[in-house]
């Protein structure tokens, strides 16, 4: 069977996952964070499991963005160009939507996730860099998170509407459950409003036709604070969709003030809806009290972000970890000096490559502090450097470490930049004594060096903005305990010098930065950095528990078998 004939097949019943990004392979940029990389290991995991899934998100020719930084921290970005036609299956089918009542056309490219036991789920990049759109449309899929409000949501067409339509082309006819990962997707339920109403238009909606859209779509929500989701005036969403689907929208409820809000119109849809922690669904259900929220902790893709050197370990005693993450419990049995020489060889690889990237050579027997993700004001990556004094106090009289960093801003965020500019401004004011590089250019390939060298994982959100967060997860897999703030996953994953150290209390629903900053130093002075010089199997018993605990649980094959119980499976709300 030929490509072309093989793209009309008709497929068996399939779970749909809708994500504005995913991150698939270092090659392939087409993520920019957390958002992504919990979309890939999700898909990563369903092809582990053998669950019949597809995904869909955008093509983004240009990527995200490639990050250069100059030696006073400044960020300046360029396009991350790349070749899909290296990496991608080209589709046949096109399919098209209305965007301000042209007809834009659309093509897919495939990319394949193969399980560990052969399966494989097949991922479509829906692209419009068609001849036959005009030369505005074929940017659409260029840039991810890039452009204005009117630039997203005629992105937000292509993957919702687009998407729907792409599916049905390719012969997924039996779609069974609509997964919106975010709310940027959520315009595929008025595609399936026409698909139920047999395409005869918008104008006349049913009751009906709403619970049977509400039947197949389920939503996973990932912003705690209201400032993060998208949300479109009136106004521009009827020039983007015309008068029909505007006013459909408004049949159904989805305008609140005379703003589409995107969040708002996923809730309204779904029979079954999860924040990504614990914690983040008792925000949610703040948020939506009109809504039943449960929580779906996120999880990473195991064998992805597990190191070399680790991934020997557990294939030597424990090698059912790759089918059943839950084996990684076994490492309890494992000897320290296992561990230990584990680690000393993934910080060996981290060190070697810092040296490679920024031409700083580390010390291997310092303590290595990590701090990596998206730089942007909540994630207060400064929050270390708060007192420069008792910060070389500690290094100086308990004992010496250093720091890496990495993470991009948004080339919107101003404020963000600027916390790039005070790491790097800091770094020159302790050079003589305690050495910190920022790496530019963090992405998926940067950040499995990091996760998995370093020595401890640091964690400073401002309360209660971090809805799970997962990098912390990544560096349990390799027996790099958290320093963290009591929000997101380390809510649950924490257990006081067990897995890792918290900062600050539990039961504060914000963060006091002061007293913050007091519970970090005090924890580094006083516990983490003389247990660490002072007694390294105590240490390296904290890392192996780290594993024991939190990476045998906070894995996306536990988070997507949940999802196959609880909202896949299921076609009630399990919880009010």
């Given amino acids: 069977?030929?490509?072309?004939?093989?793209?009309?097949?008709?497929?068996?019943?399939?779970?749909?996952?809708?994500?504005?990004?995913?991150?698939?392979?270092?090659?392939?940029?087409?993520?920019?964070?957390?958002?992504?990389?919990?979309?890939?290991?999700?898909?990563?995991?369903?092809?582990?499991?053998?669950?019949?899934?597809?995904?869909?998100?955008?093509?983004?020719?240009?990527?995200?963005?490639?990050?250069?930084?100059?030696?006073?921290?400044?960020?300046?970005?360029?396009?991350?160009?790349?070749?899909?036609?290296?990496?991608?299956?080209?589709?046949?089918?096109?399919?098209?939507?209305?965007?301000?009542?042209?007809?834009?056309?659309?093509?897919?490219?495939?990319?394949?996730?193969?399980?560990?036991?052969?399966?494989?789920?097949?991922?479509?990049?829906?692209?419009?860099?068609?001849?036959?759109?005009?030369?505005?449309?074929?940017?659409?899929?260029?840039?991810?998170?890039?452009?204005?409000?009117?630039?997203?949501?005629?992105?937000?067409?292509?993957?919702?509407?687009?998407?729907?339509?792409?599916?049905?082309?390719?012969?997924?006819?039996?779609?069974?459950?609509?997964?919106?990962?975010?709310?940027?997707?959520?315009?595929?339920?008025?595609?399936?409003?026409?698909?139920?109403?047999?395409?005869?238009?918008?104008?006349?909606?049913?009751?009906?036709?709403?619970?049977?859209?509400?039947?197949?779509?389920?939503?996973?929500?990932h912003t705690p604070v209201p400032a993060g989701m998208d949300k479109f005036p009136m106004d521009m969403v009827r020039k983007v969709l015309g008068d029909e689907p505007t006013n459909a929208l408004q049949a159904v409820g989805a305008f609140q003030d005379g703003v589409l809000n995107m969040t708002h119109l996923a809730l309204i849809f779904s029979r079954y809806i999860n924040g990504v922690s614990m914690r983040h669904e008792e925000i949610s259900r703040s948020m939506f009290p009109n809504y039943p929220i449960n929580s779906i902790t996120n999880g990473v893709h195991a064998v992805t972000w597990t190191s070399m050197p680790f991934q020997r370990l557990y294939d030597h005693h424990f090698p059912e970890w790759r089918h059943d993450s839950l084996y990684l419990r076994y490492v309890i049995s494992c000897s320290l000096d296992l561990i230990r020489e584990a680690h000393i060889e993934a910080k060996r690889d981290l060190l070697a490559e810092v040296e490679k990237r920024a031409g700083m050579k580390l010390d291997p027997k310092l303590m290595t502090i990590g701090f990596a993700r998206r730089a942007t004001a909540y994630k207060r990556a400064d929050l270390l450097f708060s007192d420069l004094e008792r910060l070389k106090r500690i290094a100086r009289q308990v004992g010496p470490f250093q720091v890496i960093y990495g993470g991009k801003a948004h080339p919107r965020d101003e404020g963000g930049k600027a916390l790039i500019r005070r790491i790097f401004q800091v770094a020159n004011t302790l050079r003589d004594t305690i050495k910190v590089v920022y790496l530019e250019e963090y992405d998926m390939a940067l950040a499995k060096?990091?996760?998995?060298?370093?020595?401890?994982?640091?964690?400073?959100?401002?309360?209660?903005?971090?809805?799970?967060?997962?990098?912390?997860?990544?560096?349990?897999?390799?027996?790099?305990?958290?320093?963290?703030?009591?929000?997101?996953?380390?809510?649950?994953?924490?257990?006081?010098?067990?897995?890792?150290?918290?900062?600050?209390?539990?039961?504060?629903?914000?963060?006091?930065?002061?007293?913050?900053?007091?519970?970090?130093?005090?924890?580094?002075?006083?516990?983490?950095?003389?247990?660490?010089?002072?007694?390294?199997?105590?240490?390296?018993?904290?890392?192996?528990?780290?594993?024991?605990?939190?990476?045998?649980f906070y894995n996306s094959q536990r988070m997507t078998f949940q999802y196959m119980e609880n909202a896949y499976l299921h076609t009630d709300q399990a919880k009010a």
């Fill in 1 to 221: 069977m030929n490509k072309h004939t093989s793209d009309m097949m008709v497929h068996p019943p399939t779970v749909a996952y809708f994500s504005m990004e995913v991150g698939l392979d270092p090659a392939v940029p087409t993520y920019s964070g957390g958002l992504g990389m919990l979309a890939g290991d999700t898909l990563r995991s369903a092809s582990d499991l053998a669950i019949p899934m597809v995904g869909v998100t955008l093509l983004y020719r240009k990527g995200y963005f490639r990050q250069h930084l100059d030696a006073q921290g400044n960020q300046t970005e360029s396009p991350a160009v790349w070749s899909p036609e290296k990496l991608l299956e080209p589709m046949q089918p096109r399919v098209s939507v209305s965007i301000e009542g042209r007809k834009v056309q659309v093509r897919a490219w495939r990319y394949v996730v193969h399980g560990v036991a052969g399966d494989n789920v097949p991922v479509f990049l829906l692209d419009t860099a068609l001849p036959e759109n005009s030369p505005w449309d074929q940017t659409l899929t260029d840039y991810l998170y890039g452009g204005d409000d009117h630039y997203r949501l005629c992105q937000e067409v292509v993957l919702g509407l687009g998407g729907a339509a792409m599916l049905l082309a390719l012969g997924y006819m039996r779609v069974q459950t609509y997964h919106m990962n975010e709310g940027h997707s959520a315009l595929l339920t008025l595609a399936l409003l026409e698909e139920h109403h047999e395409r005869k238009g918008l104008h006349n909606v049913t009751k009906a036709d709403r619970e049977a859209v509400h039947h197949r779509c389920v939503f996973t929500t």
């Fill in 449 to 552: 060096y990091l996760c998995s060298g370093v020595d401890l994982w640091l964690n400073t959100p401002q309360k209660p903005d971090e809805a799970s967060g997962t990098s912390g997860m990544k560096a349990a897999l390799n027996g790099v305990p958290s320093l963290s703030i009591l929000d997101g996953w380390w809510v649950e994953g924490h257990v006081e010098g067990v897995t890792g150290w918290s900062i600050g209390e539990s039961d504060k629903p914000e963060s006091d930065p002061s007293k913050d900053i007091a519970s970090l130093y005090d924890k580094l002075e006083k516990v983490i950095v003389p247990m660490f010089y002072q007694q390294p199997d105590a240490y390296t018993s904290v890392m192996r528990l780290a594993i024991a605990l939190n990476a045998s």
